[in-house]
C-alpha cells in the first residue's frame, strides 16, 4: 500500500494476542515520521499509537512504538518504503517493519509484516492482515484491522482466514486462532 493508504487510524478486529481478550476497543494509529528516510536506512518510519480499553473500565491506555522499514530478502514487492511511480510517485509503505517501544517499552521490539492489505468487496471499508514476531511481551501472532469501527464483515473475515490457512506452517496455525475483539 502506500504511505497515505496505511496512515490513520486502524480497529483492530480479530486477533491471537492473549491481552486483547480481555480489551476492547483496540485500535492502532499509524502516522509517517518526516525526514527519516536516508540512503543508509531507506523508507520512512512510521509511529504507531494502540489505544485500548479493558473490558471493565473506562480508561483508555496507550502504547507507542516506532516503525523503522525493513526490507526483506528475496521480496522484490518490498523496497522498504520505496516509490513506485504510480499515485503520483507517492511513497509505498514497507511491507515489513522493525517496531521499537517508546518510554518505559524502549526495551521491547518486535518484527511485523503486512501479510495482506485490500478494500472489502462490496462496501468503503478496508481491511490489512498483519503477522508480528514474538516479544519479551508477547507470542507471535496475526491482527486483522478494519477502518470501520464496526469491522468487516463475517464473510470477508472468513475469506481472510481462509486465505491465511492456505499459507500453510505457523500462520496457518494461528489463523485457526484467531478471535473477534469486543468492540462499543
Do not use: C
Not at 512504538?65 to 511511480?85: L, S, T
Not at 507470542?139 to 470501520?148: E, H, K, L, N, V
Request: proline share 4%.
Amino acid at each position: 500500500p502506500t504511505l497515505s493508504w496505511l496512515e490513520g487510524t486502524w480497529h483492530v478486529t480479530h486477533s491471537t494476542l492473549p491481552m486483547w481478550k480481555k480489551s476492547r476497543n483496540v485500535r492502532i494509529t499509524y502516522a509517517r515520521i518526516p525526514g527519516t528516510s536516508s540512503p543508509s536506512s531507506p523508507g520512512v518510519h512510521l509511529s504507531d499509537e494502540v489505544r485500548y480499553q479493558s473490558r471493565g473500565s473506562t480508561k483508555i491506555k496507550t502504547v507507542k512504538g516506532v516503525d523503522k522499514p525493513m526490507i526483506v530478502e528475496g521480496n522484490a514487492e518490498d523496497g522498504g518504503g520505496g516509490r513506485d511511480g504510480k499515485d503520483g510517485g507517492e511513497d509505498n509503505a514497507s511491507l515489513s517493519y522493525q517496531w521499537r517501544g517508546s518510554g518505559w517499552l524502549f526495551v521491547a521490539s518486535s518484527k511485523w509484516e503486512i501479510l495482506g492489505f485490500g478494500d472489502e468487496q462490496g462496501s468503503e471499508n478496508r481491511w490489512v492482515v498483519t503477522l508480528f514476531a514474538k516479544t519479551i511481551f508477547t507470542p507471535a501472532g496475526i491482527d486483522i484491522y478494519s477502518r470501520a469501527k464496526e469491522g468487516l464483515r463475517e464473510e470477508t473475515v472468513e475469506k481472510l482466514k481462509g486465505a491465511l490457512k492456505g499459507l500453510g506452517g505457523s500462520v496457518a496455525k494461528l489463523a485457526g486462532e484467531l478471535f473477534e475483539i469486543k468492540r462499543d
